[in-house]
């Protein structure tokens, strides 16, 4: 099984530009990598996915080297409603969540 | 509409008790799935049910029972639980089933054992 390592916690402050490390050493040939957002006592909610190099949408950018042992998810000028829980996920073989990164955003 | 609606949003309930949490979506999707969350805990995967049939049971204890009696309905019956049942019970639902889907959860429900 494929296990995603991620920082317990991180900080930032409004406006900056967040980027959320995960490694996925076992990762295998065909999985993917996804990324969902869960704030307190709501549902994950899904941010981004991506097989390799870089892909981005409105709210993030998923950037994969091409060893794809670890993938990054950069999230551009962040605000205080982007505090949440970050997880990464590796659907190796079905979909089990890491322990996921907390983030803080502060004034 | 890519909602997925739970009731009851609260639920306490006795270790002698049986009561039942539903999940409801109308996306059209044939995977609906059951978690459970502690407090500060990441979700861990309960129950898949792809196209109505349960396709996994990660080893859950026999007092928590699943249901799907169509595709759009999703049940988790519970009897008697422990007070380490406490937790956010979390439902979601993908088209298929496929390893790569999206999933689309619910706010979830808060169970409270006493």
């Known amino acids: 099984l494929a296990k995603t390592t991620q920082p317990i916690s991180m900080d930032s402050y409004e406006g900056q530009e967040v980027n959320i490390t995960c490694s996925h050493n076992n990762i295998a040939t065909n999985d993917y990598i996804t990324w969902y957002q869960q704030f307190p006592s709501q549902g994950p909610r899904f941010i981004i996915q991506g097989y390799k190099t870089k892909v981005t949408n409105e709210v993030a950018s998923l950037f994969i080297p091409a060893d794809r042992k670890s993938s990054t998810l950069s999230l551009p000028r962040v605000s205080l409603s982007d505090t949440a829980v970050y997880y990464c996920?590796?659907?190796?073989?079905?979909?089990?969540f890491g322990a996921g990164t907390r983030l803080t955003v502060k004034p | 509409d890519t909602e997925v609606t739970q009731t009851p949003k609260h639920l306490v309930m006795g270790m002698t008790n049986k009561k039942s949490l539903k999940c409801e979506q109308h996306?059209?999707?044939?995977?609906m799935y059951w978690y459970k969350q502690k407090a500060k805990k990441p979700p861990e995967l309960m129950f898949v049910y792809s196209y109505e049939k349960l396709s996994i049971n990660e080893s859950v204890p026999s007092r928590f029972s699943p249901e799907c009696p169509n595709s759009s309905l999703l049940n988790l019956h519970l009897h008697a639980l422990q007070p380490e049942d406490s937790a956010l019970y979390l439902c979601a639902s993908s088209h298929d089933g496929g390893r790569w889907e999206t999933q689309y959860f619910g706010p979830g429900t808060r169970l409270l054992v006493l």
């Open positions: 996306m059209g999707h044939r995977a």
């Open positions: 996920l590796v659907q190796s073989p079905d979909m089990r």
